[in-house]
């Protein structure tokens, strides 16, 4: 597998702290990396140093050049005074053509949107929005830093839908930060538990299980994702649906 | 100021008058294209203040006989810094200490220009005399104001799209705190060379009501922009009008000009607004 950005032992201090710690992780070609963690667990500042624009203070971060990144942000309140249609929005700053436009509000359902101001979109319009502009340029790895975390549950289901269709449909990678794990583990590949070092990673099944998970998270979400999982070797005793 | 003008020959007014014109034009566009900045990212509180705190400016120009519009520049510039430092603290909401720099500066420079011995028209450089603007302070407006406006231009798309998304922006390689400091720096720029025109009290009003007259009417950024530069030329030339013929001075009169455009546009366009 084509490895596309690796760091290796990357360490990031603000204030005398270490947001990030001796940190590796690596992301390969088709890869679907989910990661999780606490609030204030450095898990945007791995992606800002990842995506190249924070230095860490040490380790290395080897990126494939001319690499074409999408980045989906958190959800944005957009002000009112500021008239911009969704279109316009869209290619602000990108050089688009009408065809790519066309195909990738087909692709991420907004081609009704298109013609709105941003102002008037609902929490979920606004993110499909912002996950077509991603899309320009078919990027080969998708940056998405909590890309469902305002959004209602129906809307939550619906956008990690979308992004598993996305993902099927195009060859690219995904490297999300979201505690919505359940939502995506069916989908994900792999789970890194950031907690400004590395607390476990691998396999979603497995890293649900992993005693550092559970004390990083508690039982509770330990219990929860076990209910996701479409293993059958395990014995929770919430685990007693089949 | 105005009698004396009244007393000369006609030709003398006509110039006074087509000097006054080009000068309040420049400062709508350059105001127009700024404002719709300082109304999109909230800058309103933060213009005034540094317009305060240019009195300060002009009085160090006086005591040091530099060029004005430098003076203030440069006190502008100082105030930005001084603000940002502070709000690094943390001590103390942006807000509060803007209320408190913008009128100790603002004191304190009526104080200095008061104590100076040299007679000085504190008036205009409250509320504007733009009657008497000369030959210099329209260079000081041409190469200000198209600087600004240049600038604006060549960095418009990065610069709303860091309005709409910073987090977005930066991703796609937009240099934000690069561009948040050329704002500040172009602002101090709006506010000395405009200051002749309408006064340091009414800047900032000149900065958001003409954008904000706009809003209702466009659908883009851009149009938002020209219709602004629109109002404000509209509110210039008649303030003008109103100023010369009332002898009223010239700040308020065209700030005036501007409220009532707004106070009909606003009801109106909300009015027929669909969406």
Redesign the interface.
Known sequence: MTNIISASNITVTRDNKDILDNVSISVNADDFITILGPNGAGKSMLLKCL?G?YKPEKGMINRTPHLR?G?V??Q?V??Q?????TK??LT??KKVDEEEIEKIADETNIKSLLE???H?LSGGERQRV?LA?SLIGNPELL?L?EPAQNLDISGQLAFYKLLEQIYQSRSLSILMVSHDLHMVMATTKKVVCLFHHICCSGEPQIVTKDPEFVSLFGNDMAEMMAVYQHGHNHTHEVHNHD | MAIIIRMKSITMIEQFIIKALIAGILVALVAGCMGCFV??RRMAYFSDSLAHSALLGIAMGVMLDVNHNLSVMISCICFAFFLIWLQRKKVFATDTLLGILAHGSLAVGVITITLLEQRMDLHSYLFGDILTVGDEQLWWLFIGGGFVLTALSLNW??L??M???E??A?????RVSRLEILLMLLMTIVVAVSIKIVGILLIASMLIIAP?AA?QL????E??AIFACLIGIIAVVSGIYFSFEFDTPSGPTIVAALAAIFAILFPLTNFFRK?
């Open positions: 995506m624009f990144i980045y942000p958190q944005f957009s002000e005074t500021l008239p911009i249609s316009r929005f602000l700053r709105k101001p941003v008037v912002l502009r940056v830093d | 109304v999109w798309s990065s709303i799209l309005t709409i998304h987090d977005l930066m991703a796609e390689s937009v904000a809003r466009s659908r883009s950024p149009a938002m969406t």
